[in-house]
């Protein structure tokens, strides 16, 4: 886990990797995915591969599973100004199973994932109804987390080793309602309403806050973090998807968030897909979010022990970030293969952050309080091959 | 205002029983292009999710159902 809070990153959300048909009951497409994926920006350079696979077992039922692997080399601004440079691997594998009766799908899900410094496991169920002549999809779904936070510290061998007298957990719930409608003969609305709850550990073991120095004007000294032992959130996100002529379309999506931390973020994204030709998908996008810190985030305390939780947290912060991207398709036929059809995808987006009340401090000289802000580009680049069978 | 709430739900399911599809399914062409699909590739989805939920405080109501209409 290093300083970058990986800590969301198992999730707690549905495990459903399929993709289930916006308002028929039937089963997921029977495909392979194999993908490599890079975030390099921050000073954080994460890559590695993803493999999906989706297949029938019996005409009612179908079984997923995916592996994943996240290998980061971390020089991010709080690694720079508080730790040392580091890498480390996390390792995510899931399986899910998919069974279908009437009109109604039924999902388990099962997933692991495992660091050097944490462990999670989450385990989800969900019910899929088509109703109103398939026009309509309703689901219902539950997830429930069980995390590990551990540390790691110096190993008198050299490296890292995780510290055996540190050990705490994080219970996680999820809860989420989605309607899918098909609208017109060309417009598809989904609407999506999430609760998540965490009880336990929330806190990064590594981080600290600043504060002001009372013996030295202008410097600053650091104590370790304090969250709060729970969280709740909500979010409620709309999307749709508008057929255009010439077989493109115009998708986008909304999403509002608040939690008890005080953070409430929206975002919303607009994509443009044009088919050329039968083999050629392009896709342009953008999308843009912004968020308000938590009520006890401070890039700065007044003094020691300010207040009865402290963070220094970015992902805490205000901040907001905007997103271009694009992706190239390309699909083949494969007649007489053992796969029916593939696909080459290529996919580039950059992001750009800035943030509102977090400050560089990499830069010294200066009084605390008065670095610049922070700020931070990064490209996402996934390549990725599929085939249907 | 529950009361409302449950009449409306009443409503709804009363309604649903008799409602006959406004978009027939031979009528589905277009939702069915692979353009309109609102998450075509879900291992690509899944890793977009994961790259915002690392860096956003943001969590929840992501994509990664949807797509297509099962009418092909």
């Not at chain 1, 609305?189 to 990064?204: A, H, K, M, R, W």
């Amino acid at each position: 886990m290093g300083v970058i809070n990986l800590r969301g990153l198992a999730g707690v959300g549905v495990i459903s990797f399929v993709c289930l048909p916006l308002t028929a009951a039937i089963l997921p497409e029977q495909r392979a995915d194999v993908l490599y994926h890079l975030y390099d920006g921050g000073g954080i350079s994460v890559g590695g591969p993803s493999v999906l696979v989706s297949k029938h077992l019996t005409q009612n039922a179908s079984m997923s599973a995916n592996y994943y692997v996240d290998s980061i080399s971390s020089a991010s601004i709080d690694v720079v100004t508080s730790a040392s440079p580091y890498e480390e691997e996390r390792k995510e594998k899931s399986v899910g199973l998919e069974l279908l009766h009437d009109n109604v799908i039924m999902n388990f899900g099962y997933k692991v994932s495992n660091e050097n410094d944490f462990d999670a496991k989450t385990s989800s169920v969900s019910i899929t109804q088509s109703m109103l002549g398939d026009l309509t999809l309703v689901r219902l779904s539950y997830a429930l987390g069980s995390d590990i936070v551990g540390r790691t510290m110096s190993s008198p061998e050299g490296g890292r080793v995780r510290d055996p007298d540190f050990s705490e957990d994080v219970r996680r719930q999820s809860y989420g309602l989605g309607i899918s409608q098909i609208v017109t003969k060309k417009l598809l609305l989904d609407f999506v309403f999430d609760t998540i709850t965490d009880e336990g550990y929330l806190n990064n073991p590594y981080r600290t806050v600043r504060y002001l120095d009372p013996n030295n004007l202008g410097a600053y000294l650091r104590e370790s973090e304090r969250y709060p032992k729970t969280r709740t959130s909500r979010a409620a996100a709309i999307r749709f998807a508008y057929y255009l002529p010439h077989r493109a379309a115009l998708k986008g999506e909304y999403r509002i968030y608040n939690d008890s931390w005080g953070i409430e973020a929206s975002h919303y994204q607009l994509a443009y897909v044009h088919p050329q030709g039968s083999q050629w998908l392009f896709e342009g996008r953008i999308r843009s979010y912004s968020q308000t810190g938590a009520n006890f985030y401070s890039d700065l305390f007044s003094r020691e022990n300010a207040q009865n939780y402290l963070a220094r947290d970015k992902e805490l912060s205000t901040f907001s970030d905007f997103t271009l991207g694009a992706t190239a398709t390309y699909n083949f036929k494969t007649p007489g293969w053992f796969i029916e059809r593939g696909s080459v995808n290529f996919s580039y987006d950059r992001v750009s952050i800035q943030y509102d009340d977090f400050r560089d401090l990499r830069v010294t000289g200066v009084n605390a309080g008065s670095e610049p802000l922070y700020n931070l580009d990064a490209e996402v680049i996934q390549f990725y091959l599929s085939a249907w069978y | 205002m529950h009361k409302l709430t449950a009449l409306i739900v009443v409503l709804l399911c009363l309604s649903g029983c008799s409602i006959t599809p406004w978009v027939k399914p031979y009528e589905r062409a277009y939702l069915s292009e692979e353009s309109m699909k609102l998450s075509r590739d879900p291992v690509s989805s899944a890793y977009f999710n994961h790259v915002y939920q690392a860096r956003e405080s943001a969590r929840g109501a992501e994509g990664g159902e949807g797509g297509g209409c099962g009418c092909n």
